[in-house]
């Protein structure tokens, strides 16, 4: 299936997008990937919907990227007497480890490793930031706080330490379990949450063993310091600005957005934008105008993917959601300032043979008015060197791995198309020109830049380029 556009959607499967038939009319709609939440929902749920992408898959007959999104840890304020209390601005208000209910005075908060990472001046934000306390004192088992923003606290709010380095790993014990059980379901991509430090990273990839691909949410302050050095650890990351919009200023947000789709295409990495980019159609039929330009800015700053969560997970229309996000992507690439948006950021190609020729393939497709770049790969990076230039054409990627095809599905412009490796120069152009023919990116008469490896089905060998005529 053939898109006309090169930014891909994700679509967040629940309650309201489970049945065979949403999930392939969502897939219909426009949605290149699927993303399953384990923040909600049973081991068996998830399979059930798996079982139907790959259904969806077979019968469209082209590759769908699945992703598990991993819950992370949650940091929550214990039990309150009497379900809730008000805080009032600037009085005394102490966090400590003891199980008793909480009151007027006090809460439990039974985290020791928050305690062990505060410090006097940092604050804590309670319930996405609708209460905040700020650290007076603080010790091993508790912390002396004033009341800085006030109102109702309630049980289980959430917590967040904006400031603080959390002396804890990205998983618990249930993200552990639910990483198992996604490696064997055979999802393509795990999406990391509580991301602090690259180790973080190099653990998640040291448990995953090369079953999945995984990808970075950068949703806290603490991984900004070291943001190059978790790009590069990971496969691809995404701006999750939910989190991100309560540990930082609002104002920020929209700066470092920009900054990290930058940063992940120079490094040639898929960069996803999500959370609450048409959140209003959780209920509405139709978005406001500012969410439309809010998914317009990520396709103009070259994100590889958007995301809907709660749209299509739990909305009234998500079918609609998708078709919004499908025809403004759709827009915004036809918009003549985007192709010179494109053309004016490009990476220094490194000092390799595949980098050379894949800035020369962009450079050709342009000069000949190619229909499309082909690029045969077996591992996928000689496709994501050729999404990272961002060319004004389709990306055809042809592999024999259809765990390639279905990570590379998230890549800006990649058309993933599963099949055997070539045998020669005759057969990497026939294979070549039948499936851009197949798919309606090539008619006869047209050009095709081709690029692959010699010898054939050697991984990360991208060493020639050929052009060739349709028949």
Known sequence: MQRNRSTKIIATLGPASSSPDMIAALHEAGADLFRLNFSHGEHSDHQERLSTIRAVEKSAGAPIGVIADLQGPKIRIGTIEDGAVELIVGAPYRLDLTDKPGDGQRAPLPHPEVFAALEKGMDLLIDDGKLRLTVIKAGADFAECEVVAGGRLSDRKGVNLPQALLPMGAMTTKDQADLRFA????????????????????????????????????????????????????DAIMVARGDLGVE???????????????????????????????????????????????????????????????????????????????????????????RNIMDSEHADP??????????????VAGTISASAIVTYTTSGSTALRAARERPPVPILVLTPSLITARRLVVGWGLCCVHSADASGFTDMVDRACRAAADRGIALSGDRLVITAGVPFGTPGATNSLRIAWVP
Not at 196 to 221: C, H, S
Not at 310 to 317: L, Q, Y
Not at 353 to 362: E, K, V
């Open 183 to 234: 490696l064997d379901a055979g999802v393509d991509w795990v999406a990391l949450s509580f991301v602090q430090r690259p180790e973080d990273i190099a653990e998640a990839r040291r448990l995953i063993a090369g079953r999945a691909a995984v990808m970075a949410k950068i949703e806290k302050p603490a991984a900004l310091h070291q943001i190059d050095e978790i790009i590069e650890l990971a």
């Open 248 to 338: 930082l200023p609002v104002e920020e947000v929209p700066a470092l957005q920009k900054d990290l789709v930058r940063r992940a295409r120079r490094a040639g990495k898929p960069v996803v934008v999500a959370t609450q980019m048409l959140e209003s159609m959780i209920s509405a039929p139709v978005p406001t105008r500012a969410e439309v330009s809010d998914v317009a800015t990520a396709v103009y700053d070259g994100a590889d993917a958007v995301m809907l969560s709660g749209e299509t997970a739990a909305g009234a229309h998500p079918g609609a959601a998708v078709e919004v996000m499908n025809r403004v992507a759709a827009k915004v690439e036809g918009d003549p300032g985007y």
């Open 350 to 363: 490194e000092a390799t043979s595949a980098d050379a020729i894949t800035a020369a393939a962009r450079q």
